[in-house]
Each structure stands twice: as C-alpha cells, then as structure tokens.
C-alpha cells in the first residue's frame, strides 16, 4: 500500500513537481512489483530507462550537460523516495551519480561535452570502481596498473564489490599510474564494452539480490589519454572527493528504507488485533513506533543539513560521515524494530519487513564502513592518528 509521505521543506516549485513526480513512478512503477523481483534477482533496467527518461538519473549536475540542476537538497529526497520503493534502483541511482562526479567536476570542458549527455540523459548506465580484493577501506594500497603506452593507456587488475559489475555501460575507474600511496593513482572513464573488460559471477548476498555486485577484470584495456580524468596522480583526491557526496547518497536511501519499514509497521499495527482490541493501543508498541519515528526525522535531518552545507560551497565531509553513519545505523534499528512489531509475521516473507531489515544491513558497509565514518569524525575533531 502507498506509504504517507513525509512532511519535506523544499526549495522551489520546481522542486515540488519533482518530487511529485518520483512519488508517482515510486508507487506505481517500483513498488508493486519489488518484493518478486528482488527474490527473482532480477535487474530492473527497464526502470533506470524509465527514471531516465523522467530526468532523474543526472539531477544535481548542470543542465547545459543534460543534467537536472538540483541543490543536492533536493536529490537526496528523490533518492529517499526511490529507495522506499525499492534500494536496488536507489542505491543504483547513487552509484549511478557517484560514477559521472568524476568527468563531471574534474574532466575538461570538452571531456564533458563529448561524454556527459549520454551519461546523465539516462541511456548510459554507470559503475565507480575505486575497491579491489585487497584494498577495501585501505583504498590507496590499490594495485590496479595504469600504464601510459603513446596515446593510450593499458590498464590491468581486479576491481571488487562493484555495483552494476557486467551491466554498467562505463566504469568510472581508479588505477596506479605511479608509485606507491595516495598520490600515484589517476582516475580513468573505461567504457563498459572495452576490449579486455570483464566481469565475474555476482556476489551472493543477502539482500539486494536484483543488484549486481561483481568483481570486474581488467585485461591489458586500452583507454586513450582523451579519458583520463583530471591529471596524472590526481585520482585519490577526486575518489575522496565523489566519497563525500556519495556517503550522503547512501545516508538518504538509509532513510527511505527506514521510512518505508515505519510505514509498513503502523499499518499492521493498526489492523491487527490481540485481547480484543487493535495492538495499536498498546504503549509498549506505540513507544517503540516513536523511537523509531524520531530517528528517521533525525537521520533526514542531518542528510539535509550537509546537503546544504554543499550546496552553500561550504566543507560539509565530517558532516557526510556523520550522516552515513547516524542514518544507516538508525535503518538498522528501525527495520530490526519493524520486524518484532510484526512479530512472526514480520519473519515471513510475505510481508516486506524482513526484506528492508536484509538491506539496511549493506548501507552501513557501503561508501565506507561505519567504523571508518566514526575515524573520519574523530580526525575532524581531533586531528590524525599518531604514528608510532
């Protein structure tokens, strides 16, 4: 059943339209048929089709490029939006938005003219691989090569934990084109049909099954200099640069799924009944429906308050982290509560709850772990780690 939407402060009437807009395709297009196409495993390309050609694939870059021009305010709502419906087309619009800040910050003016239409007009479909094997939240130990050969560049290793790994139509990736640490890694725009590309089997995980999340090849594929982004060495800091943004991505489809599993939970509570009367009257349940309100409201509160901290040109990266981390821990919480509401009935799959409770447990691994988000507070409070 739709859920109620929350109460949102936007910014324009523009804005207003547009969220009305994701609503309706949320509700009638992604919804109804989520819970069956996640147990299927299916990828809804259809759907990022479809939400392209609504717009929604490109909204806080530049419209001269064919982006939405949308405050970062308004996109992460879309992305609640979307993620209540469904997290695999949420997460996958982030991913999506992760993969062009790369060309769409620091390529050329021509880089962005001759690629970014397509990527953000919705038939292109992006990846970000920045992961490998044995670099995960290390991510400047990464051993993928990047070697200049003329004109071109041949790039070789394994990318790991890559969403829309087979599917994607280009790759936003990140090599070692020098020496060791941070500052000899380059970013790279590889198209996903490169010859030598290739990607894995998809991981088997416990949720977000119509997600691919595959390891990704790379086997001597030749990329001409014209789509190396940014300059040679300048990879990490543009990686960390899109990581800030894209925690805020995912602190906002933490909300949505947060949302979404409150929703479903006071609409059981209000039809069923024990001791004749609607287990709705009982405080112990209500008490545990105004927990888990307060910390969606929370969790939105802060998303948005680093959305406009970005979008006012202001340092907002502490911010990001703590987003990430409040709103997926609280989706946690909220989803775990929205179960035992339900009770054996919530561990069923013939409701949603148990699906929601599955995928909140990805969001505070993904874009950074919480336990690193906690390390990145802490040095904004109180400086680096000392070296012993």
């Known amino acids: 059943m739709p859920h109620p939407a929350p109460h949102r402060h936007l910014p324009t009437d ?23 196409e996640e147990d299927a495993g299916r990828f809804p ?27 970062y305010e308004v996109y992460l709502q879309v992305l609640e939006e979307l993620a209540a419906a469904r997290l695999t087309v949420g997460l996958g619009v982030s991913v999506h938005t992760l993969a062009c800040h790369a060309l769409a910050s620091f390529g050329s003016k021509q880089q962005r003219a001759d690629h970014l239409p397509q990527m953000l007009g919705g038939s292109l479909l992006g990846a970000y691989c920045l992961s490998e094997p044995t670099s995960g939240s290390d991510a400047a130990s990464l051993r993928t090569k990047a070697v200049r050969d003329g004109e071109d560049w041949t790039l070789d ?3 790991a934990w890559i ?17 060791t640490g941070a500052h000899g890694i380059t970013a790279y725009l590889v198209p996903g049909d490169a010859a030598g590309l290739s990607a894995a089997l998809p991981e088997r995980k416990m949720g977000m099954k119509g997600s691919p999340t ?49 929703d479903a939970a006071v609409a059981y509570l209000g039809e069923r009944r024990q001791f004749d009367r609607p287990i709705a009257d009982f405080q112990g349940l209500r008490f545990m429906v105004a927990d888990m309100a307060t910390k969606i409201e929370a969790g939105r509160a802060l998303y948005l308050t680093a959305a406009r901290l970005r979008d006012a040109g202001e340092p907002f990266s502490a911010q990001a982290a703590m987003a990430k981390l409040f709103c997926t821990d609280a989706a946690m919480q909220v989803t775990t509560d929205a179960v035992q509401l339900l009770g054996g009935y919530g561990y069923t799959a013939d409701f949603p709850l148990e699906r929601y409770m599955r995928e909140a447990k990805v969001l505070q691994i993904v874009e950074g772990t919480n336990q690193i988000q906690r390390m990145v507070v802490a040095r904004h409070l109180m400086g680096p780690e000392s070296r012993v």
């Open 14 to 36: 523009e804005a207003r339209e547009l969220l009305a807009l994701t609503r309706d395709i949320a509700q009638r297009e992604i919804a109804p048929q989520a819970s069956a």
């Open 45 to 71: 390309r259809q759907t990022f089709a479809l939400i392209g050609e609504a717009g929604l694939l490109g909204l806080p870059y530049a419209e001269e490029y064919g982006g939405g021009g949308q405050p």
């Open 157 to 159: 290793g394994t990318k």
């Open 163 to 179: 969403t829309h790994g087979g599917v994607a139509d280009f790759y936003t990736v990140l090599a070692r084109s020098g020496g």
């Open 214 to 262: 595959s390891q990704v090849h790379f086997d001597a594929v030749r990329v001409p200099d014209t789509r190396r982004i940014g300059e040679e060495g300048q990879g990490f800091a543009i990686a960390l640069a899109a990581l800030d943004s894209g925690r805020l991505g995912i602190a906002a489809c933490a909300v949505g799924v947060a949302q979404a599993a409150l």
